[in-house]
C-alpha cells in the first residue's frame, strides 16, 4: 500500500497491523523528485530503522550523500541503533510538541517514527543542498 504518491515527495508500505514498514525518500531535483532510497522499519514497535540507497540513486552521476555525517554514500544499509532512524530524518520529525498534539488528535493510532515522519511527509520543500527524509 502506499501513500502521498501525488507530491511524489515519499511512499510507504503498511503492514498488516496498521504500521509503516517502509517509506521510499526521495529527493527533489530541478526535474522533480527522484528516488534516493528507503528507510525501512524492523521490531514489533518499530523502535529500529535502516537506510539503503536506491540503486538508480547510487548510479547517478549527480549524487549526494543525504548527511554528509549521517548517511555517506555506500550501497549497504545505514542502520538507526541506538535510534529509532537516523538522525538525519529524527531532525525532520516532529518536535515533542508535535508528537504530542498529533497523539491527541490521532488516539486509535499507534505512532512510531515511521507514523511520525509519514504525518509530516511532504510539507517541506528540499533543495539539494539540504538534508532531505
Known sequence: ????????????????????????????LEGGPVPAGALTFE?????????????????????????????????????????AVPPPFADSAPDGWGRSILTQAFPNQDFGMGEFLAAVAGVRPCTPAQQVA
Open 43 to 83: 521490531g514489533r514497535r518499530r523502535t529500529q530503522s535502516y537506510f539503503t540507497y536506491a540503486k538508480s540513486w547510487l548510479a547517478r552521476e549527480d549524487r549526494f550523500p543525504l548527511s554528509p555525517t549521517g548517511l555517506p554514500i555506500r550501497p549497504r544499509a545505514v542502520v538507526s541503533a541506538p535510534f
Open 1 to 28: 500500500m502506499a501513500a502521498n504518491e501525488p507530491g511524489g515527495v515519499v511512499t510507504w508500505k503498511i503492514s498488516r497491523d496498521g504500521r509503516i514498514d517502509r517509506m521510499v525518500v526521495f529527493v527533489d
